[in-house]
């Protein structure tokens, strides 16, 4: 009988095509990027926020990033909106903040769910493995905190427009197994006056050794196969770890750190091969008796909510929901 735990057989070339890697280890632009828009643009008619880009340099830190701040473009006349710290996906090797996809999804993001963005930029494997986006998530998170202190150099957008005392996590994805890491890692900090009030994740990239029926079930998917996963982890995990290391796998060591945090929402859907491993996380937060709200929609795709308006517009109204502390029929 074949080994459930082998893929079928692909290539290390197919899986660079994909991530935007060529045969000599280079990178190449394969997607799309834009630029902020800290201003009304002529050539977007029906431009719903505002972004542009803020390094966020801390003194004695050697890390060197720089975060995508969106603030819906009709704000509300002296009401402080929540800040939503975002961390976007791409299996931790591909992608940026200023792809246009992810670009468009937080000005959505402001603008459905009345929020003060941060999409964080992080380094990449295989250049820097976990948990180097990891440290650049952390490192962004201390920045807000210093702003919330009131830093010897404040940005206007976040004093004028961020309630520090409503701060929530998110992260899509790879950019959801960031969320997962750094909140925990977060909750370990004295991080007043900035409060985190709940983390979202939006179909959160885990795995292990061992075999999910979903992603047998979808072994060859267009959007997320098997084998494009195990190259996410054999690329981002560090040297000679499989997927049973903690950065993977949630379940292995230590979840009941969970209870640190107030609320989590999941959301994943049931065409996505990562749906069993979101089902699991759920069952276990429950079994901890953590407060959590989920969503399991039928039908959807790895990265739906990118790519399908209706889609996106529900996970908005859930999310806002959610932030808000309204509840969200669970599935």
Same mark, same amino acid.
């Given at each position: ?36 828009? #800290? ?6 008619? &029906? ?24 603030? #819906?473009?009709?704000? *509300? ?10 961390? $976007? ?7 940026? =903040? ?8 937080? &000005? ?7 929020? =003060?963005?941060?999409?964080? /930029? ?19 998170? +201390? ?9 010897? +150099?404040?940005? *206007?957008?976040?004093?004028?427009? %961020? ?12 950019? @959801? ?14 991080? /007043? ?42 690329? %981002? ?7 049973? $290391?903690?950065?993977?796998? #949630?379940?292995?060591? @230590? ?17 996505? #091969? ?22 399991? &929609? ?15 517009? %529900? ?9 808000? &502390? ?6």
């Amino acid at each position: 009988m074949a080994d459930q735990n082998k893929t079928p057989s692909h290539t290390w070339k197919e899986v660079f095509d994909v991530i935007g890697i060529n045969l000599t280890l280079t990178r190449e632009i394969r997607y799309p990027m834009v630029n902020a828009t #800290p201003f009304w643009d002529p050539n977007q008619p &029906n431009q719903v926020a505002f972004s542009k880009d803020v390094h966020i340099n801390l003194p004695g830190s050697k890390i060197k990033s720089f975060i995508r701040l969106y603030i #819906p473009v009709d704000l *509300p006349w002296k009401t402080k909106l929540p800040l939503i710290i975002y961390f $976007h996906g791409g299996g931790f090797v591909s992608l940026s =903040v200023a792809n246009v996809e992810f670009h468009d999804h937080c &000005n959505n993001l402001a603008a459905k769910v009345r929020s =003060v963005v941060a999409s964080v /930029e992080y380094r990449l494997a295989p250049e820097h493995p976990l948990p180097a986006a990891y440290e650049d998530a952390l490192h962004a998170i +201390h920045w807000i905190k210093s702003q919330a202190l009131y830093s010897l +150099h404040p940005d *206007p957008w976040l004093h004028q427009f %961020a309630d520090f005392s409503r701060v929530f996590i998110m992260g899509e994805s790879s950019g @959801g197994n960031i969320a997962y890491h750094v909140a925990l890692r977060a909750s370990e900090l004295d991080l /007043e006056p900035m409060k985190i009030q709940g983390v979202l994740l939006d179909q959160p990239f885990f795995g292990g050794v061992e075999r999910t029926s979903s992603e047998l079930r979808l072994i060859e998917d267009p959007y997320l196969p098997l084998y494009m996963s195990d190259a996410y982890w054999s690329l %981002a995990l560090p040297f000679q770890a499989n997927r049973d $290391h903690e950065f993977c796998n #949630p379940f292995i060591y @230590g979840f009941d750190r969970v209870r640190r945090l107030p609320r989590w929402f999941v959301k994943d859907d049931e065409g996505d #091969p990562l749906i069993d491993r979101s089902k699991e996380f759920v069952r276990m937060l429950e079994l901890n008796k953590v407060p959590v709200v989920y969503r399991f &929609n039928q039908g959807g795709y790895h990265g739906v909510e990118l790519e399908n308006n209706t889609a996106a517009l %529900a996970f908005f109204h859930d999310v806002k929901n959610f932030i808000y &502390n309204t509840r969200v029929a669970e599935d």
